[in-house]
């Protein structure tokens, strides 16, 4: 397994995490997902520290926080052998603080984990979203508290705009506050919106990417094909409409894509989707997700091996579309004129 700088920090992270979305399987949606328990979930544990992989991605409304005290049952009396990612912001109660990024819900939010996970702290506190309600500057005053106080060691975001990102940064570096050096995005071959403002962000400001739903929300398992119905098991029947939004002839396109490079490395669908990824500028690590033990060790065959230049560029073709403006004319204006370097 190898290990990448979490953008302009000195932390190092395995090029593949774990996500913990399948543990617990609280409620509709996340039982679309799966049901681990903590038997299956330290099975799974063992799997990766064997491949190398150390750090485990969880949230506080993964299964109502069920997902994280699964993790910290399944992790107990080896936390010296994990890095631990978890997230905060959306909602957790009905309370009128229970939601968002304020002071009193963050340390609420960072303390209460702790406790699910049995730690005393957290590796990687990500901001599950941005609260454009609360001050960016009461934001990261608290995230610099729980830092200074030992809770967490290095902070990120997910699910921020380009604009959220760099305007946080900006303050941080003002006040001296700890900066965000993870953006866990989506990111995939039938999801690329990243890297047309977030990814030249993150490599002008040491930003690193820690992909969530690399397979495009379970689109890209092999499973789906042209001209074929959905599997009967599957959770897009249930989260479909909750996840990134894909056209089905982009799909297809990548699918095929796929499939040829697949017959000629002898690799599955999955484990070039995931491959291609880990060849994009700015991916620290990419999060993989995994029911049971099969799906697991296939994910893991994504490392060892690359892709070939000629591979890689079939791919980018076959996953590119138009991209929103200013992109396309920025992009379009540069090619046309290059300008001074």
């Known amino acids: 397994m190898d290990y990448r700088r979490l953008g302009a920090s000195g932390f190092k992270v395995p090029v ?20 681990t328990d903590v038997a299956e979930a330290r099975r799974l544990v063992d799997i990766c520290l ?40 959306f909602r957790t109660g009905e309370g009128p603080n229970t939601v968002g990024s304020s002071r ?6 960072c303390d209460a984990a702790l406790k699910r996970l049995g730690t005393d702290y957290i590796d990687l506190f990500q901001l599950h979203g941005f609260d454009a309600l609360t001050p960016v500057e009461e934001v990261l005053s608290t995230l610099d508290d729980l830092v200074r106080a030992g809770k967490i060691r290095y902070v990120g975001v ?76 599957s959770r897009l029947h249930k989260t479909a409409d909750m996840g990134p939004p894909v056209a089905d002839e982009l799909l297809y396109r990548v699918v ?22 880990l060849q994009r500028p700015t991916v620290a690590t990419v999060v993989i997700g995994a029911r049971n033990e099969e799906q697991l060790l296939q994910n893991l065959g994504a490392i060892g091996w690359n892709l070939d230049a000629g591979q890689v560029a079939r791919l980018d073709a076959a996953s590119a579309v138009t991209v929103a403006y200013p992109y396309w004319h920025q992009r379009g204006f540069t090619e046309r004129n290059p300008l001074p370097v």
């Open 16 to 35: 593949l995490s774990f996500g913990t979305g399948t543990f617990g399987g609280k409620g509709d949606f996340f039982g679309a997902w799966g049901n």
């Open 256 to 277: 095929d894509a796929l499939k040829e490079i697949s017959a000629e490395t002898g690799k599955s669908i999955p484990q070039i989707a995931l491959n291609w990824l």
């Open 104 to 109: 009193y819900h963050l340390i609420q939010a």
């Open 50 to 89: 064997d491949a190398g992989l150390t750090m485990f991605d969880s949230a506080d409304i993964y299964s109502d926080g069920v997902a994280e005290a699964v993790l910290g049952e399944a992790i107990k009396g080896r936390r010296d052998r994990v890095l631990l990612s978890t997230k905060a912001t």
């Open 158 to 233: 997910s699910n921020f705009s380009g604009w959220h990102l760099m305007k946080s940064l900006a303050v941080a570096e003002r006040y001296g506050y700890p900066k965000y050096v993870a953006n866990q995005t989506y990111y995939s071959l039938i999801g690329r919106d990243y890297e047309s403002e977030l990814m030249p962000l993150g490599l002008d400001q040491g930003v690193g990417a820690v992909v969530w739903s690399p397979l495009g929300w379970g689109r890209l398992t092999g499973k789906i094909q042209r001209g074929q119905p959905l599997p009967e098991h």
